[in-house]
């Protein structure tokens, strides 16, 4: 039977630095790049062999894909990189301290524009040294200046149904290395989680995730890998 593997990147560089990422292209750690490793090692240890990988656009998911599937001696199989699968945007907030930002907003609020589900962080400025809209890699891409989970669920969940969902319809295994709230969006909608719930979801770094899969549709509930 066919499973869908969700991996959240290992530790990036502004998660240790704990500032706000989004789509700022931040690179694995050291730590980072030792999950990704366990990742890889693990799937190889239980049987758990994608036949299709999935990524966005941002270096911390490739590299993360990348080591888990060389330490499973998989760096073969097919691979796909889409933008839709990018972390939420930022807007704003991008480059900013998380602490910093809760002692000049307050926790509530900071709270809210990380975990609500349709309050956007305030938008970036246009010519902000974080607007990746000149970017060569988004050309022909209207790159948002922020965005909530629902923004964040609108572009990965057709991108999910058009182009993932089939390929798992096939019979086939796939791992999609993503980032915590392209993550969320996936795992609200494949799990059926509310709106108001969906606040209190985290998706772990570099801890593998399954779903199995059954005609193009999860038959059970998600698992951590570890935990089987
Ligand atoms: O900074 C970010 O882009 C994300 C993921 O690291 O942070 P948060 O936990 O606030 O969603």
């Known amino acids: ?3 869908l593997i969700l991996v959240r990147h290992g530790q990036s560089q502004w998660n240790l630095e704990n500032r706000f990422t989004g789509w700022w292209d ?9 999950e990704a490793k366990a990742a890889g090692e693990l799937m190889a240890a239980k049987g758990m062999i994608p036949d299709v990988a999935f990524t966005s656009y941002q270096t911390r998911a490739i590299r993360t894909l990348h080591i888990a599937l060389r330490a499973a001696n998989l760096l073969w199989i097919p691979e796909t990189k889409d933008w839709r699968l990018n972390e939420r945007h930022y807007g704003g907030l991008t480059g900013l301290d998380k602490q910093e930002t809760r002692d000049k907003h307050g926790d509530k609020q900071v709270h809210i524009w990380r975990r609500s589900f349709d309050t956007p962080p305030p938008l970036m400025d246009k010519g902000s040294e974080f607007d990746l ?10 790159v948002p200046m922020t965005e909530s989970l629902k923004d964040t669920i609108e572009r990965v969940l057709p991108y999910y149904e058009s182009t993932i969902q089939p390929v798992l319809a096939s019979g086939k295994t796939v791992i999609v ?3 915590g709230n392209s993550l969320r969006a ?13 606040t209190g979801l985290e998706i772990p770094t570099g ?9 193009g549709q999860p038959s059970g509930e998600r698992y951590y890998l570890s935990e089987t």
């Open 133 to 142: 809209s000149g970017d060569p890699r988004y050309a022909g891409i209207d």
């Open 177 to 179: 290395s993503a980032h």
């Open 26 to 34: 931040v690179d694995l750690t050291e730590k980072g790049e030792a």
């Open 186 to 198: 996936l795992v609200k909608h494949l799990s059926g989680i509310s709106d108001d719930e969906i």
């Open 1 to 3: 039977m066919p499973n």
């Open 207 to 215: 801890q593998p995730i399954v779903y199995p899969f059954e005609n």
